[in-house]
């Protein structure tokens, strides 16, 4: 069983719907990380978040560190949202090192 | 915007040639990673560096090998290329300097070994 665990696998939405996307970890994390990733491969990082809540734009990311449990929220989606979306997070224990486990990713599709 | 840039964008090439990916970064991070990820799969690292001359190997067992002599470029290499060396390729970079820990990352490489 992967560490970190992505819902749903796919996702298509039309234009302007809200979206959700759920990630649930097994460890204990110092930080959990939402990426971004376009066909061709290239990775953004949309947000590091610890605790709490961010929002960019109408991206929101939410982390439940009691419940081991995040979301990444996308409001007004677009066809232009269309991306993998990947969680990931490091490890409590990490000491030095920066090492992420990731989710499987989340395929968006969001039709016009 | 992330200064960190990944050449060949794309490759294919043929089964015993020797390759190597490069990878730069002008942010002056200290800490440069290589993940390995197959389609519909997870990355996965398979090397990281905490600075200069400092190389390490990953989760994930690899035939490549890396080098640091320069903060900002961490070449991977593999010696004799492999149809299942395919696969796409992600460097990394972060500064742990600053306590923050997040990655920046390249646009990967795309490997196909024939």
Known sequence: KNEVEQSPQNLTAQEGEFITINCSYSVGISALHWLQQHPGGGIVSLFMLSSGKKKHGRLIATINIQEKHSSLHITASHPRDSAVYICAVRAQSGGSNYKLTFGKGTLLTVNP | ?114
């Open chain 2, 1 to 114: 915007e992330a200064d960190i840039y990944q050449t060949p964008r794309y490759l294919v090439i043929g089964t015993g040639k020797k390759i190597t990916l490069e990878c730069s970064q002008t942010m002056g991070h200290d800490k440069m990673y290589w993940y390995q990820q197959d389609p519909g799969m997870e990355l996965h690292l398979i090397h990281y560096s905490y600075g200069v001359n400092s190389t390490e190997k990953g989760d994930l067992s690899s035939e490549s090998t890396v080098s640091r002599i320069r903060t900002e470029h961490f070449p991977l290499t593999l010696e004799s290329a492999r149809p299942s060396h395919t696969s796409q390729y992600l460097c990394a970079s972060s500064d742990s300097r600053t306590g923050n820990t997040e990655a920046f990352f390249g646009q990967g490489t795309r490997l196909t070994v024939v």
